[in-house]
C-alpha cells in the first residue's frame, strides 16, 4: 500500500474504538493514515469532556502531522426526533459541543444519525397511511431539529453536517435516503448533505445499496466503507462480505472523485486490507471513463 493510495481514504478511530482516543490517533498516523474521522462514542466519547488545553494539544498535533479532521457526532443520547423537550436539549448540547470541536480542528463536516421516532410505527403494508403520516411526522421533528442546530451553530457558514442512514428496523426511520432527503429539503438548508454508509444499506436487500445511488448521489458528501453478508452490520473488510463494491466504483465514477470515502471497519488491519481492491476498481474505472470520452 503506497502513501498515494492510502492518502484518498479517510479511516474511522472506530477501528480502534478499544484504545484511549489519543492512542488510537497517534497509531493511525504513524501508519500513514492523513485522513482521521473522529468517531465520538463508546470510549472516544472522550473527546467532549476534553480541557481547551488538550485540544489545543490535539490541534497542533494534527497540524504538525498534516491530518485532514471529519467527524462522527455521538449517537446515544441525540434525538433529533423526540417529542422530549429535555431530551432534545441534551442532545442538541452535546451535538452543539461536538461542532464547536469540529471547527476547533478544522474538520470537513461533522456526520449525525437521524434519530429515533418515540411513538410505535404503523405496519406500511397494513396501514400506509397511518406510516405516511408517521414518517411526516419524524420528518418534520428532524427537520425541525436541524434548524434549530443550524442556527445555534454558525448557521450556513458553519461546519457542514451530514446525515446518516442508519441500519433498518420495523420501528424507526432513516434507513433509507429518501427520509434523510425529506428531512434536509424540508430543514430548508444547504448546510446537511448525507453520508452514506453502505454497509448499513445492504442491510435492506439486494440491490437498496444500488438504487440509493442512482436516486440520491447528488446528496452524498461521503460514505462509510465496510462489507457484511446482508444479515448484520459486521464492519468486514471490502471483498469478505457480498456488498457489490466493483460495481458502486463504476456506477460512481467521476463523482466519486468529489465525496469522502471513509473506511469504518472493525479494525485497522481491515481497512488496509480494504485499500488495494477499492482502489484497483477505482483505477480501472476512471480509465475506462477516459477512454469512453476519448
Known sequence: MTDQVQSRYGISTLTRIGQPLETALQRLAEAGWRRLEIM????????????????GELERWGERQGIAWSMHAPIHGVNS?????????????LLKRAIAIANRLGASYVVMHPG???????DPASD???YAEAR???????ASYLRRLIGETGGEEGN?????????????FGWDCAFLADAIAASGTSRVR????????????????????RKHERLLLGMHISDNRGMKDEHLAVGRGTIPYEGIVAAL??????????????????????????????????ARGRAKEE
Open 136 to 142: 411526516a411526522d419524524c420528518v418534520a421533528r428532524c
Open 194 to 213: 448525507i453520508l452514506f454508509d453502505i454497509g448499513h444499506a445492504h442491510l435492506c436487500g439486494e440491490g437498496h445499496v444500488m438504487n440509493e445511488l
Open 40 to 55: 465520538v462514542e463508546d470510549g472516544h466519547r472522550e473527546l467532549l469532556d476534553w480541557s481547551e488545553e488538550r485540544l
Open 116 to 122: 429515533e421516532y418515540d411513538r410505535p410505527i404503523p
Open 253 to 286: 465514477g467521476k463523482a466519486g472523485d468529489r465525496i469522502a470515502w471513509v473506511l469504518e471497519t472493525g479494525s485497522e488491519a481491515a481497512a488496509s486490507e480494504s485499500l488495494e481492491l477499492l482502489d484497483n476498481w477505482r483505477t480501472l474505472h476512471s
Open 81 to 93: 426526533c423526540s417529542s422530549d423537550p429535555s431530551e432534545v436539549e441534551a442532545g442538541l448540547a
Open 160 to 172: 457542514p453536517l451530514a446525515l446518516e442512514n442508519v441500519p433498518p428496523r420495523p420501528d424507526r
Open 128 to 130: 400506509p397511511n397511518g
